[in-house]
């Protein structure tokens, strides 16, 4: 059953006739405002580092879900449309652009990325007729530290599920296209070499668990699929020439990961990574630090969330430092809560927000990390509110 006629999109025609020529101070609020140049810039860099490192990609897309920005992030040419989505109705919703892209030659495979449940599957076999009539392909999750979803590699259990999958493949039920893991745990990270170590764990976990298929059918050919945003994001870091500011825990990090792509290619399977945040960017994935801040810092950051100020209290905020002396700050009562304003604060920094420049003459985004931050910043619940951060 389609459930995406259950929620429809709204009408970009309409859409555009609204907003279209209008400047920010038009829009309704809450509103999340895109940076389009922004987006293509951080959707090429991530194509032109797979190109160049000779990886297969395959693009999340559940952080924006809209079938625009899928294809800033599969990119044009005539090579493969491989996209992983969280929900049927993700699939559902961006059919028509596959459809586009297979009418026109590219090969399109659609990951649905959650662990099937009995009710997804008619959904899921809609999706999968409409975009071919073919057995399923299957990964199987491999669990690499994460501890949310997938088998723990070198146990009985892989082991089993890992025959029954073979047989199930032998009998003409399946295709048992690869495997997968998602470094979720990897967003702790807080510099290079931890973003890159995460890395090469997945693909470590993978490779062992690519040996147990081979001891049962020696010449399968396997997709080791990885990534994370972080870890994705720091396959950049291979690139760099030697020397150029790389101190040596990272050259190390480098030089181990380097070592475990060697291997796995020289078992000949296929290396593909994957990720769906770093298009649009945000406070947590500038805290990881898995690029320089000259390659992932704010002027990256792609999304902005307009709301207004509904009120102000002028002495409700807390003091800037802890002396008796120190007057309290202003406190703001924000038009808009958690739902606009984000999930869940990241572990470098408590709010939901920094406050941008916009409009406001000399006044420019942070130039210190996250963590360093000092100034407004925003936090939400039902109704959102900012205050003064205080300095160390």
């Given amino acids: 059953m389609a459930t995406a006629s259950l929620y429809p999109l709204a009408n970009k025609e309409e859409l555009m006739k609204l907003f279209v020529g209008k400047s920010l101070k038009d829009v309704p609020t809450p509103a999340a405002v895109l940076d389009l140049s922004k987006l293509k810039s951080n959707c090429s860099r991530m194509l032109e580092a797979v190109d160049a490192l000779k990886f297969g990609w395959r693009a999340h897309i559940k952080t924006h879900k809209t079938a625009e920005l899928t294809r800033l992030q599969v990119g044009g040419g005539i090579g493969p449309v491989n996209i992983i989505v969280s929900t049927i109705i993700e ?23 959650f ?26 999750k491999i669990d690499m530290g994460g501890h949310r979803a997938g088998i723990a590699p070198q146990t009985a259990a892989c082991s089993t599920l890992i025959s029954s999958l073979l047989a199930l493949e032998s009998q003409g039920h399946l295709h048992l296209l690869g495997l997968y893991s998602h470094a979720g745990h990897s967003y702790s990270s807080s510099n ?25 059918s020696p010449s399968k050919p396997l997709v080791l699929s990885v990534g994370a945003t972080p870890t994705t994001t720091s396959v950049r870091n291979l690139l760099v020439e030697d020397g150029e500011g790389v101190s040596e825990e990272e050259v ?11 291997a796995i290619r020289e078992e000949k399977c296929s290396i593909e990574i994957h990720a769906g945040v770093y298009p649009i960017l945000d406070i947590q994935q500038l805290a990881t630090h898995a690029l320089p801040s000259t390659l992932l810092s704010y002027p990256n950051q792609a999304l ?20 008796p ?44 990390p996250p963590e360093e931050y000092r100034g407004w910043i925003g936090m939400g619940k039902e109704r959102g509110k900012m205050w003064r951060r205080s300095w160390r």
């Fill in 325 to 368: 002396t120190s007057p309290p700050t202003s406190e703001a009562l924000l038009a808009s809560g958690s739902l606009a304003l984000g999930r869940e604060p990241c572990k470098a920094y408590p709010g939901w927000g920094i406050l941008s420049p916009w409009n406001r003459p000399g006044v420019i985004m942070p130039t210190c």
């Fill in 91 to 113: 699939a559902e919703n961006v059919l028509p652009l596959l459809l586009e892209y297979k009418s026109a030659g590219r090969v399109v495979n659609v990951l649905y990325s």
């Fill in 304 to 323: 902005t969330i307009l709301t207004e100020i509904a009120s102000l209290y002028p002495s409700r905020g807390k003091p800037l430092s802890n002396s």
């Fill in 115 to 140: 662990p099937i449940t009995p009710s997804a599957v008619p959904g899921l076999a809609l999706v999968s007729k409409t975009l071919a009539s073919t057995i399923p392909s299957v990964f199987l």
């Fill in 252 to 262: 190390k990090a480098i030089a181990a990961l380097k070592a475990t792509i060697e």
């Fill in 192 to 216: 290079r070499a931890s973003a890159l170590d995460y890395l090469r764990q997945e693909f470590e976990s993978l490779f062992v668990t690519s040996s147990a298929v081979h001891s049962i």
